[in-house]
């Protein structure tokens, strides 16, 4: 079976500082990665996917990520970080055909002025 | 276009007392999914519906049980809630090739 792994449970960072949110998977190939945010409150909403290509993600709200294979990762990042990112961010990793996608932990994201 | 809306938004509950979680799509997507969220575990699943008239368990299916009652709704049942359920449940859908997940706002849930 497939996990995922969110390393930081917290992470700070001043607004205009740059983030990065780190995710590794373990599966046997190349699964279906995804990033989803969820602002308080509310539920869930995807950042970007990664399913085959180009391993350099665009996503909205400025985010990026890109899928390493040789290091099993799916990392998530923001060149400047806005107050408004404040939020717990989610890694999923999906086997291809299951449609069943494993969460993360999650990571949550404090914004100082 | 409402996409994912789940009722009620709160409840609380005595041990013992049964209820049902209801959740609705409006974006024709075939496969539909009930999560729980607790404090530093993410969303793990508890049931799942690929299609209209199937329905799977997920990783925690234990004390609920799943209506898919057509196509748009798809209902959770407590029938014998006990405080181990307290939690945020989460509804969301899917059209299967797409990948993407659409979520409700959420059921949060005491259980006394």
């Known amino acids: 079976a497939q996990s995922v792994t969110q390393p930081d449970i917290h992470i700070t960072v001043s607004e205009g500082a740059s983030l990065e949110l780190r995710c590794n998977y373990s599966?046997?190939?190349?699964?279906?990665l995804f990033w989803y945010v969820q602002s308080p409150g509310q539920g869930l909403q995807l950042l970007l996917k990664y399913f085959s290509g180009d391993t350099l993600v665009q996503g909205i709200k400025g985010f990026e990520a890109e899928f390493k294979r040789s290091q099993s990762s799916f990392n998530l990042r923001k060149p400047s970080v806005h107050w408004s990112d404040a939020a717990e961010y989610f890694c999923a990793v999906e086997p291809g055909g299951s449609y069943i996608p494993t969460f993360g932990r999650g990571t949550s994201l404090i914004v100082h002025p | 276009n409402a996409g994912v809306t789940q009722t009620p938004k709160f409840q609380v509950l005595k041990t013992g007392q049964s209820m049902t979680l209801q959740c609705a799509q409006d974006?024709?997507?075939?496969?539909m999914y009930w999560y729980r969220q607790d404090p530093g575990m993410g969303l793990r699943l508890i049931y799942y519906s690929a299609s209209e008239g199937t329905t799977d368990k997920g990783e925690v299916p234990n004390g609920y049980n799943v209506s898919r009652l057509n196509k748009r709704e798809f209902s959770l049942r407590l029938e014998s809630a006990a405080p181990s359920q307290t939690s945020v449940y989460f509804c969301?859908?899917?059209?299967?090739?797409?990948?993407?997940?659409?979520f409700g706002p959420g059921t949060r849930l005491l259980v006394l």
């Open positions: 974006m024709n997507h075939n496969s």
């Open positions: 599966y046997g190939a190349t699964p279906y």
């Open positions: 969301a859908s899917r059209e299967i090739m797409a990948g993407t997940q659409y």
